[in-house]
């Protein structure tokens, strides 16, 4: 900002801007992309696989990042606490299979219902035995894990 400028409020300007953003935020819309309906896929993965127990979940595209990571990628979050499920916004993508995103939330959503192993020195395992076991029970586990592998550089730097 200059010497001698005030600082403005908001302006139109800025919702020109990120068109998406204040709309989203007011109607609660965060969980539809350009080409995935994150709400669309959690309620199914709940149904077939978690038999309707996962409630009050909020499930949302991440904030884009303006510089791509160099060396990991994460491809969501859970938190818990807030029951709140976030995907990078970058599997919101046309070379991105619906079939893999699926994979990815299912692996978020297990997180809610196989306890963290909490380790000596205080620390939590989050990937335990039983986690790794359901996760590999998913369908398309194999496939998914395989087109990760195959992919993961388009993600990165």
Known sequence: MGMGRKKKKK????????????????????????????????????????????????????????????????????????????????????FVPLWFLRYVMYHEMLHSVVPDEILPGNRRRVHTEEFNRRERKFPDYRRARRWEDENLSKFLR
Do not use: C, S
Not at 80 to 86: N, S, T
């Open 11 to 94: 302006t139109t300007k800025r919702k020109l801007a990120l068109p998406q953003l204040p709309m989203q935020q007011q109607l609660n819309l965060r969980h539809e992309g350009t080409h995935f309906d994150l709400r669309e896929i959690f309620d199914d993965l709940n149904r077939r696989h978690f038999r309707k127990r996962l409630r009050g979940y909020n499930v949302e595209w991440g904030r884009r990042r303006k510089h791509r990571p160099r060396e990991q990628f994460v491809f969501g979050t859970i938190q818990e606490e807030d029951r709140l499920i976030r995907i990078n916004p970058a599997l919101d993508q046309p």
